[in-house]
């Protein structure tokens, strides 16, 4: 379960999230879209513990952040897998050891580390790259592996930041239909970050929409496509 | 890698900053006839040298003065010549800890901002858009830079120098208990006008190195913000070595 | 981060800087009390930061043993008109400050760069927030290696530094002023107490250029001009604490002595 109840943020004096509340179930998906600069990635850094609230609580499961110290966080992270927007692999890094690096912080075996990665790397269609850089690789390879590294270690909780940006359509439906298999695989709970409204609406049990800052509607699937101005946010009519 | 190839390696690199300034300096050069700075953006350049680089320069002349002032009466609590301390600390001060110390900070502060400044005009393409509206960049960017970097160098060193005094007599005062009227006679009588010139030429040559060295770097820039990183490190090595140098080759010569 | 403009945003940004690294060398020491040992990311950086920088720590070490026994010698056959004491008046000077202190200032500019380019690609590129999600935090991951690698490397370059300016005054006092290098190098004026003072300068270098350096590297924001600005800020950062713990230093020394 994911809740988040009056969450707000500003940035030296300019607030940049206010009043935002909304949960996700237990093994629920919940699409979150808004045009750029809205807010959609600092709500999963606020998620994950990355960027402290100024204002309102942030549960996973049982687990209230905010009175939690770094350290603390350090364990709550490790339930949580998480695609970051640009990437984020470590360059100096092979894939391989990219991929292996959350297992390799648990001081899992090098050979337990090993044949997990190379299953993460048969599920993403790229057996072969292990060796390889990151710098040698396409977006779309990239972003897969992204979404290795973040459920290597099977996380109950996925964070996915625009997992298809800039993708053509068959890499971007290869990997929501990916996504989805790794969820359902640990039966997790998900947060996406997509424009890709046409892929989110049928995986998703529930659509919430940022505006500025400001949660203008959360609510299931269903009553999304209903709502004016989800609709025409989907539609892409200006507002 | 071998310790052979490795060596060479070193030895490539070094020909290749070499020639890089050497080219440099010769465009360069080829700007001064006839001089062609633009003034406008000169006057930009001086103004932000020297707000950039003016407290940094405060505060480590000040401190410089004082740790000159400390290491001087170390030597001279032992033979017991109060008054030679101001003749010490002016000597140490003004030749060489002053505009060393300055030299380095400077080089720090306006020369890599200078290099990672010009490396992400490079990168961001925004050179070749000058060249496009048939605006010479060395005109433009680089000679008011080491005009500024030249000029505000040589009179920083000249506030330093008095904070440097300001640090040395408050330091000498409350460690070692040196009368300040015993430390500026002895100042004054001993610590004579070439002692001082000696530290403003070497400003003035390490500004321009600094100029040159760090507008060479920028323009070099190739690779996205690591090679800003990258270029702002070389710039300051290469600015670093250049000050050795020339302070040695100037305390040199004028004797 | 833009340059403040105004002197109240200076004093603000002065202190944030204060606060953060403060919270930074907190954390470190609380990893190097508890943390992991990662020994290769050690070595690795042992490596980049020492060996990396031996040749040009020698350079500019070398030049400043020469100008210091050029100055000293000038004086010396002014005033006293011999300059077979050479070597016994600068080596003290050079052992307690200049060794220690120019060495930190060439680590600061060559290693703080070097340390807050590469932490502040990280940062703007993500890749920081990517260890925090997976049990590495930075203090831990990023700037223990280095501050353990300065802490063994800075000792070990001012020791080659004043080695390299023992040689070049050396040869100095041979070639300009005839000093032969058995007098130049009979002093027994260089005190156990001067080593001592210029090992711990040394220390508190190591220490200290580490943290300031990781410090403007975690706080980058932005793209190229980020890295740009915290390296920046790394170089002129570090080594002003250098020469602030050179004063402090020199003065407790002095008091004791
Ligand atoms: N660390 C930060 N410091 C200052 N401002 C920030 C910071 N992080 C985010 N912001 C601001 O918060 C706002 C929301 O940013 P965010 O990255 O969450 O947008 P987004 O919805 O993910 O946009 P996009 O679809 O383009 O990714 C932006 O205006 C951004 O400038
Ligand atoms: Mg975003």
Redesign the pocket.
């Known amino acids: 379960m994911i809740r988040l109840e009056g969450v707000g ?1 500003a ?2 004096g ?1 607030p ?2 206010r009043d935002i509340s909304f949960t996700v179930p237990a093994g629920g998906t919940l699409g979150l879209i ?12 606020i998620l994950c513990g990355l ?1 402290r609230p100024d204002a309102g609580r942030v549960w996973l499961d049982d687990t209230e952040l905010g009175p939690l110290s770094e350290r603390e966080l350090m364990d709550v992270r490790g339930r949580i897998g998480m695609i970051f ?1 640009n990437y984020a692999l470590f360059d100096y890094l092979t894939v391989a050891e990219n991929i292996g690096f959350p297992l390799a912080r648990m001081q899992r075996p090098a050979d337990a580390i090993a044949a997990r990665v190379q299953t993460r790397l048969d599920q993403v269609h790229l057996p072969d790259i292990g060796p390889r850089y990151p710098r040698e690789l396409s977006g779309g390879m990239k972003k897969r592996v992204c979404l290795a590294r973040a459920t290597v270690h099977d996380p109950p909780i996925m964070l996915c ?2 997992p298809t940006a800039g993708l053509d359509p068959v890499t971007t439906n290869r990997i929501f239909r990916l996504l989805k298999d790794l969820q359902a695989q640990n039966d997790a709970t998900a947060i996406i ?1 997509s ?1 890709e409204t046409g892929y989110l609406r049928p995986i998703c049990d529930a659509i919430a929409l ?1 505006d500025r ?1 400001r949660l203008v509607f959360a609510g299931p699937t269903a009553e999304a496509v209903e709502h004016p101005e989800v609709r025409a946010f989907m539609e892409g009519e200006p507002p | 890698m071998t310790a052979v190839a490795r060596l060479g390696g070193a030895v490539l690199d070094l020909c290749r900053v070499v020639g890089a300034l050497t080219l440099f300096c010769g465009s360069v050069l080829r700007a001064l006839i006839p001089p062609r700075a633009d003034r406008v953006e000169t006057w930009r350049a001086l103004h932000r040298v020297g707000v950039r680089s003016l407290p940094i320069v405060i505060v480590t002349a000040f401190f410089a003065g004082g740790i000159a002032a400390i290491q001087v009466s170390t030597y001279v609590t032992k033979f017991r010549a109060y008054e030679a301390v101001g003749w010490g600390f002016g000597f140490v001060t003004f030749r060489e800890l002053g505009p060393l110390l300055v030299g380095l900070m400077f080089s720090g502060r306006v020369g890599a901002h200078n290099t990672a400044e010009l490396g992400t005009m490079k990168v961001t393409e925004q050179i070749d858009a000058l060249r496009i509206l048939a605006i010479d960049p060395i005109h433009f960017l680089v000679l008011p830079r080491i005009i500024a970097m030249l000029v505000m160098m040589t009179l920083l060193n000249v506030i330093g120098d008095v904070f440097a005094l300001a640090g040395g007599m408050i330091t000498a005062y409350a460690m070692v208990g040196v009368d300040p009227y015993v430390f500026w006679n002895s100042f004054t009588e001993y610590v004579m006008l070439i002692d001082f010139v000696n530290g403003l030429i070497k400003a003035a040559a390490f500004g321009l190195a600094i100029g040159v060295v760090s507008c060479s770097f920028g323009l070099d820039v190739r690779g996205g913000a690591p090679g800003v990183g990258r270029a702002v490190n070389g710039g300051v090595v290469v600015s670093a070595v250049g000050i050795f140098v020339l302070d040695y080759l100037i305390t040199a010569v004028m004797q | 981060m833009a340059e403040p403009t105004t002197l109240a945003g200076f004093v603000a940004e002065i202190r944030a800087q204060v606060v953060d690294t403060a919270d930074v060398a907190r954390q470190s020491a609380w990893y190097l009390a508890r943390g992991r040992w990662d020994w290769p990311a050690i070595w690795a950086q042992a490596h980049e930061i020492g060996v990396r920088s031996v040749f040009f720590v020698i350079v500019c070490l070398g030049f400043l043993g020469a100008i210091i026994n050029l100055q000293a010698g000038f004086q010396a056959t002014r005033i006293i008109g011999d300059a077979s004491l050479i070597g016994a008046q600068s080596m003290p000077l050079v052992v307690r400050l200049l060794g220690p202190t120019l060495t930190g200032m060439m680590v600061a500019t060559r290693v703080g760069t070097g340390i807050a380019a590469e932490i502040g690609s990280m940062v703007v590129t993500e890749q920081v927030d990517a260890l925090r999600m997976n049990r590495a935090p930075p203090a831990e991951y990023l700037v223990k290696p280095r501050l353990v690698a300065c802490m063994i490397m800075v000792p070990a370059l001012t020791t080659i530094g004043i080695t390299a300016a023992f040689f070049a005054g050396m040869a100095v006092a041979a070639f300009a002023f005839g000093t032969n290098p058995g007098t130049y190098a009979d002093f027994d004026v260089v005190v156990g107490l001067d080593l001592v003072e210029g090992m711990v300068k040394a220390a508190a270098y190591g220490v200290a250029i580490p943290i300031i350096a990781s410090t403007a590297g975690l706080r980058a ?1 932005g793209g190229s001009e980020g890295v740009g600005e915290a390296t920046t800020q790394a170089v002129v950062a570090s080594s002003l604490a250098v020469i602030v713990l050179d004063f402090a230093i020199s003065g407790v020394v002095f008091v004791l002595r």
């Open positions: 943020k940035f030296d300019q940049v999230l808004g045009a750029g600069g809205a807010g959609k990635s600092l709500v999963l850094k960027v927007q930041d625009d970050v424009h940022l800052g | 924001r």
